[in-house]
């Protein structure tokens, strides 16, 4: 056998896996896109009547959710898209693009809340018709629990960026509503000015701090950023399991969208045939695509003991668990 011959394996399995995948997330960003709607009607009603800058704060927000979602269906739904002559590692990172569209979107959001907020500490105006707003906030709580219990199901199973982003922003909603809530109990129950606009700025300040946590993920993945260590040991544990590998090295992996890409090198026996090494290479990556669901895996085989790049810190020597 030739050394240094590059085997790549792929599977119906590990395509079949990423396509189950791309379905849940395209019905979570639907789902998303439903709740939004339903939410900007009763919010709409409730802010016109009540005249409360935290309602109209979580109405923004609501509203941004609408585009916010629609931009995340259209991510997942691209994302999804097999790979073509232009694409040849598929379009997973508009699930990241996407993301960070809902990035900017949560940021313009949360600083016109701060603005109107403020406005309303200077103005002292109060609110009305409190009960119209507490309802509407309970029922958007309810909801908002429901979409967020579906959602984590689908990040477990497809680890979607884009859906993450989106469960990020309706974790934010949970303390919003709840926000809304307690601003209009204490403006106009109990009476103390200026609870209203204070909560309208406390939840814009959460609103910026979810900005910059969902776009944490969605730019590694834009940058190619390595799989966390833990989630790396595990790949190589079990990679390294075939007996007839003597040894691995050089290991790259990133994320796209909800798909994983790895490259690795093994040793094998330098008196091993080409049909051989195929066999064992086909064997691993059956093995791995049990682990890990939906990976695309590209090994290249050397003979025992050949460093490719001796000298570069990045091309990472004997790999293989004592």
């Given amino acids: 056998m030739a050394p240094g011959a ?55 927000d609501t509203a941004l959710d609408v585009l916010a979602s ?27 693009l996407a993301a960070l569209a809902q990035v900017a979107i949560i940021t313009v959001s949360a600083i016109g809340i701060g603005w109107r907020a403020v406005e309303r500490l200077i103005e002292g105006a109060t609110t009305a018709h409190a009960e119209y707003g507490i309802a509407v906030s309970a029922l958007a709580l309810c909801t908002t629990l429901g979409l967020l219990a579906y959602q984590r199901r689908v990040i477990a199973r497809t680890g979607s960026v884009a859906i993450e982003a989106d469960h990020v922003h309706y974790q934010s909603d949970l303390l919003l509503n709840v926000s809304v809530i307690l601003a209009l109990v204490i403006d106009q129950y109990l009476g103390i000015t200026g609870a209203d606009p204070l909560f309208g700025v406390a939840i814009a300040l959460w609103l910026l701090f979810g900005a910059w946590r969902a776009s944490a993920r969605a730019i590694d993945q834009l940058m190619d950023k390595e799989w966390p260590e833990e989630k790396r040991q595990r790949f190589i544990e079990a990679a390294s399991r075939h007996p007839e590998l003597k040894g691995m090295h050089d290991l790259r992996t990133r994320t796209s969208g909800a798909r994983d890409f790895v490259q690795f090198h093994v040793w094998v026996d330098p008196e091993m045939t080409v ?16 682990e890990f669901p939906g990976c695309e895996i590209l090994i290249h085989v050397d003979p025992e003991g050949q460093i490719d790049e001796p000298g570069n810190p990045l091309a990472e020597t004997d790999l293989t668990p004592r």
Wanted: aromatic letters at 6%; zero cysteines; hydrophobic letters at 50%.
């Fill in 6 to 60: 590059a085997l790549p394996v792929s599977s119906g399995h590990s395509h079949g896996a990423a396509a189950e995948g791309s379905g849940l997330a395209a019905r979570a960003a639907i789902a998303s896109v439903s709740v939004a709607l339903f939410l900007l009607a009763l919010k709409s009603y409730a802010s016109w009547a009540t005249g409360s800058v935290a309602m109209l704060g979580s109405l923004a």
């Fill in 275 to 290: 049909a051989e090494a195929h066999r064992v290479m086909d064997e691993v990556e059956t093995r791995l695509g049990r």
């Fill in 70 to 96: 629609l931009i995340t269906l259209y991510g997942v739904r691209l994302a999804a898209t097999p790979a073509d002559e232009g694409h040849r590692f598929g379009h997973g990172k508009a699930e990241a």
